[in-house]
């Protein structure tokens, strides 16, 4: 039989399609979602628990039930302006969330952890592109709580034995190629999707939040990462730890960086729609630069990007938010 892996968070936008690659990889992801931004309907390719990951004694029955030894961390609350404004909810979910999953995977005897981190860990960072060594000094509660769960992960790791694999994800969008998952977020703050929206007349013009960064032309630049290229990330470091490679950290990214400006042109070039915007102020919590170092995971995983140009990214998310895959290959 296929080997089961807990998928936490798999209801949602990076965890489905995890759970995708898993299935596809030959493994069966068993589910755990509480549903609160996940999508019950995106659940496709095992079983299903509708579950809080706070709830350690039913998680830890879960995996029992299932002899899972292997487990991928995604349930967490992942918005950065809502952490500024809410912190409480991201120290609630994220790190009393891993704390509980911790003991439930110490008290099931779990062997593999791979854990959903961020390039928020890094804050602002001295030099670009980001390494896997540069100094983790966040800016914002998201990335302390992401920051956290690491130190936690490896607290755990050296007193039980538990072997892992922290990723730290750059901008993950797009969706899956075969449109069998797509983003869905509510609310929606992500660049990508409302600037699609904004383009198909289905939401307001976009805002471009700060024009005065030390950028080429003044927006924030980002390193974007296709989801399925993510998803195949964690496939890769979860055969990096059976095939009885060491614990580490890495970045999965792209390589390359695109200012908010850029991504609205490549839109426009994409799907023949100009994107409406506007200038607003900067975003709290936004650092100007983020782009990834991808080589160690290139060296370590052998993990390489396949579709994360910006063109595919937007070719392939284009239908979900109004702009049909006709228009969206016409160009
Ligand atoms: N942006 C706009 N207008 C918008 C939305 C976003 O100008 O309406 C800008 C932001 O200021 C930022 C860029 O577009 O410069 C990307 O913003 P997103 O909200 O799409 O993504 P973030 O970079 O803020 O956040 C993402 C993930 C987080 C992760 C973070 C790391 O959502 O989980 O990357 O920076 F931690």
Redesign the pocket.
């Known amino acids: 039989a296929d080997a089961p892996i807990l998928v936490t968070g798999g209801a949602g936008f990076i965890g489905s399609h995890a759970c995708k690659a898993l299935s596809l990889a030959g493994f069966l992801p068993v589910v755990i979602d509480n549903l609160c931004t996940g999508h019950g309907d995106s659940v496709k390719w095992g079983p299903f628990y509708e579950l809080d990951v706070r709830n350690s004694l039913a998680v830890a029955d879960v995996i029992s039930r299932h002899d899972i030894r292997h487990v991928m961390h995604f349930a967490a609350s ?3 302006g809502e952490s500024v404004r809410n912190p409480g909810k991201y120290y609630q979910n994220n790190i009393g969330g891993m704390q509980a999953l911790l003991d439930a995977c110490v008290t099931a005897k779990v062997e593999n952890l791979i854990f959903s981190s ?3 860990t890094y804050g602002i960072p001295e030099s670009q592109p980001i390494r896997e060594d540069s100094p983790q000094n966040p800016i914002n509660p ?2 302390r709580t992401k920051l956290i769960g690491e130190q936690m992960i490896r607290d755990y790791a050296h007193a039980y034995g538990i072997k892992y694999a922290t990723l730290r994800y750059f ?1 993950a969008c797009g969706a899956d190629p075969d449109g069998e998952l797509a983003e869905r977020h509510d609310p929606e ?4 999707p ?1 600037a699609m929206l904004a383009a198909a007349g289905l939401h307001d013009e ?5 024009t005065d960064y030390a950028t080429q032309d003044g ?2 630049v ?1 390193d974007y990462i296709h989801v399925d290229d993510l998803a195949h990330g964690h496939v890769a470091a979860l055969q990096h730890l059976l095939d009885g490679g060491a614990s580490l950290a890495l970045n999965l990214g792209s390589g390359k960086g695109h200012s ?1 400006l850029q991504v609205l042109e490549e839109i426009e070039n994409v799907t023949g729609r100009k994107v409406p915007a506007r200038f607003a102020a900067r ?1 709290p919590g ?2 100007p630069v ?1 782009t990834a170092d991808p080589s160690l995971a290139a060296e370590v995983l052998g993990f390489h990007t396949l579709h994360s140009s910006m063109a595919q990214i937007i070719r392939d998310a284009a239908p979900f938010f109004g702009l049909s895959k006709k228009e969206a290959q016409n160009a």
């Open positions: 992942a918005y950065v961020s390039c928020a998201y990335g901008n703050t992500h660049l990508l409302l976009l805002q471009i939040f700060g927006t924030c980002r908010v975003r936004d650092p983020l």
